[in-house]
């Protein structure tokens, strides 16, 4: 299994407590800047999805609740985006009018640059 894409018979449970089910929760003392409170209490929330073993961390706000929601939130996206097939991609031309538009500048160009060489000096 790759990277980018999920095995066939996964799928998104609609409700927040089979995907958390499916999934290894860890806490954390998430640090950083907001002073005592976050330095001393495990808010930081750390998902790893198992069947996949695609991984979110959520470590925003002030509450293990709240970034709990926010790292299933930010799950569903991640696995929403593995799930998601690409765009085909249309392969362009450039216009016949245009591509000749350039070959005139470019003889132009040289043609300009041809002017600027000195001269042969046939004295015969």
């Given at each position: ?88 991609r249309v392969t362009s031309r450039v216009p016949a009018s245009e591509r000749a538009k350039r070959l005139q500048d470019k003889r132009k160009h040289a043609r300009k ?12």
């Open positions: 299994m790759s990277e980018n894409q999920l095995p066939n018979d996964v799928m998104i449970p609609e409700e927040d407590e089979r995907l958390l089910a499916e999934c290894r929760l860890e806490t954390f003392r998430s640090g950083g800047p907001g002073g005592q409170h976050q330095n001393a209490t495990e808010s930081g929330v750390r998902l790893v999805h198992l069947p996949t073993g695609v991984r979110v961390v959520a470590r925003d706000e002030r509450s293990q609740y709240r970034n709990r929601s926010i790292a299933l939130k930010r799950l569903r996206d991640k696995l929403a985006d593995l799930i998601r097939e690409p765009k085909l640059k041809d002017l600027r060489k000195r001269p042969d000096l046939d004295d015969k």
